[in-house]
């Protein structure tokens, strides 16, 4: 056993570049010091660490059966490189740090704070486990990784909430929500049997209609945030075209699979079969 080993449970590389920067926007568009931006980014390293690190501790038993995440080593716990009173102690510190700090700044900062944090307990302790309820899941994760830590972050740095900040947040929260779907999409086989996730429950054809609604949202939501703000053609276009790219991105070994499948050459094959 070994630090190495503890800091694996975090699963950092899986999140750093798409979580940890909603926050911060929140608190740069609340007119963040420095300083200020610096605590928020420590705050939700912490907290979205702490929501890998528990999804990890209550998911040993799936984790077990989930081939892919077994020859990953995704989850040390699992595998009996760490102890459960080695990863308890782990959650403890990431849990004292952010709510700490989070006190020293705004009320309604810490109070986002702390509903991500309950949350992300929710989604995955034993009993309650958000993450296995129909549509509850893809929901819930919307609000823990996009709309509670841009509003946490936003008001971390003091500002005050309106429309806009409301709509932004929102559309943060359907971002979540998709990256969830596109992680269901893509572990469909090997959930298939092992875990209840709401695109295990409706089949994958189903799920991909499910995340086109979910993008088509989020076009919506962008159209209103133009409509209510001067964001720029240039900001516009950006954004839209990463709403689109980004589940793009997410499925291409599905998109890929899936088109190898109806290629030329894949249906000769199938034809001579026949």
């Not at 528990?54 to 760490?82: C, H, Q, W």
């Not at 359907?174 to 596109?182: H, N």
């Not at 240039?234 to 290629?263: Q, T």
Request: proline share 3%.
């Amino acid at each position: 056993m070994n630090a190495k080993d503890y800091l694996k449970m975090l699963r950092v590389k899986e999140w750093i570049k798409f979580f940890i920067p909603i926050p911060l926007i929140g608190a740069i568009l609340g007119d963040a010091t420095p300083t200020v931006l610096i605590i928020a980014g420590i705050i939700f390293f912490c907290v979205i660490s702490y929501g890998f690190v528990i999804n990890n501790y209550f998911d040993v038993e799936i984790d077990n059966r989930n081939t892919k995440k077994v020859m990953m080593g995704k989850n040390p716990l699992s595998a009996g490189k760490i102890t459960k009173q080695g990863t308890f102690m782990l959650m403890s510190v990431l849990l004292v740090i952010p709510i700490v700090l989070s006190c020293f700044l705004t009320r309604r900062g810490f109070l986002f704070t702390m509903v991500s944090i309950v949350f992300l307990t929710l989604y995955s302790v034993r009993y309650i486990r958000l993450k296995e309820r129909f549509i509850v899941d893809i929901v819930t994760h919307g609000m823990m990784f996009g709309l509670f830590p841009f509003l946490a972050g936003f008001t971390l740095a003091g500002d005050e909430l309106n429309m806009l900040t409301l709509l932004i947040a929102s559309l943060f929260m359907i971002i979540g929500s998709e990256s969830l779907l596109t992680h269901q999409i893509n572990d469909y086989n090997e959930d298939l049997g092992n875990s209840s996730t709401t695109v295990v429950r409706v089949g994958l054809k189903r799920g991909w209609a499910l995340l086109i609604v979910f993008v088509l949202l989020s076009m919506v939501n962008l159209e209103l945030i133009a409509h209510y703000s001067d964001i720029g053609m240039l900001l516009h276009g950006g954004a839209f075209a990463y709403l689109i790219a980004y589940p793009l991105y997410a499925c291409r070994g599905e998109i890929k699979a899936v088109i190898n499948n109806y290629s030329v050459p894949a249906i000769l094959i199938s034809f001579e079969r026949r």
